[in-house]
């Protein structure tokens, strides 16, 4: 075909009505958009071959959580120092029972020195010896109050008492493996809510599989190159071992929010966007963009966008998606 062959052909289109088709000859499915939304009709035929499959979304409620990360950290340090504090506290005993008996034995002698029965020589003795026994004492007391400090200052104040109790239940959950000590760190410019007591965590990342961890103390330092808030949380968690890095999702506040879940397998994505078909009518599936939305225990949250008692498809939307594009692409004439 020549080039003044194609520009008779592109005047009798352009100035010719458009063909129509019969019933019988149209396609099985279609493709629009409606209001800015990409809607696809299939017939039924169509339907059955697709096995698309729907689910009707019921009203659910979420608390927005943003992820942090951390580490089951190692007790040993904390151990080693509650070893020294009590053997600290056992010499601290010893030198003041030391101490008390000096002090017996001076106020005797100085009794006898003023009845002029004891000497004087015997007196001063007496007094060596009672200022040694309470350098001694002061020497043990200065020395545990030295382990305690050091122990704050790393520590905390919460774990620093558990550790330097001479009968610590709560340490013990931790020295018996039913406990492990966690420590997570926020990003930068977050904060942990005054309510929130427990977060989630789970060392392989997967937020379905999460467990629940509750809050120790306020860490003193970091153990990560973040720069946020650092705090100490324990969990029963046995999979969860020393030196393992964990996700932590942190509740942003505990007022609850309502909308909708999303099972994972109904959300595909397209272009760089998160996608999902919903059911308008029989024959009428409606591709909804996704702007928004947040991981939960059983898919994605999503409020807003998505209302309760609409139909999303849930098998069968990648195949949608393929009609959809395949229908936008214009056919090319025939020669």
Known sequence: MNILSIACLFIVNLFSPPLTMADDEKPSSDAQNIYGQAVIKLGAEARK?????????????????????????????????????????????????????????????????????????????????????????????????????????????ELTDWAMSRDSKKLGAFLSGRQRLLQITLPANRHLPDSVKTVYIDASGNRGKAHKAELVSVATRTETVAQGESYYFQTGNKNIITGMNVTAWIPESNEQITGVVLPKYALIWYMDQAIVYLKTAEDTFSRRTLDHYSTSVDGYFITGAIKPGEQVVIKGAQMLLSEELRRQIPKEDSE
């Open 49 to 157: 071959l697709s096995g698309i499959e729907t689910l009707t979304l019921k009203p659910a409620s979420h608390r927005a959580e943003f992820t942090a990360y951390g580490k089951a950290i190692n007790l040993q340090p904390l151990l080693d120092l509650r070893s020294r504090y009590l053997l600290a506290l056992t010499e601290r005993s010893s030198a003041q029972a030391k101490f008390k008996q000096e002090d017996q034995n001076i106020n005797r002698q100085q009794d006898l020195y003023s009845h002029g029965v004891g000497s004087k020589r015997n007196l001063q003795e007496q007094q060596a010896h009672w200022q040694s026994s309470k350098a001694q004492a002061d020497a043990s007391y200065f020395q545990g109050k030295a382990i305690f400090d050091e122990a704050m200052l790393v520590w905390g104040k």
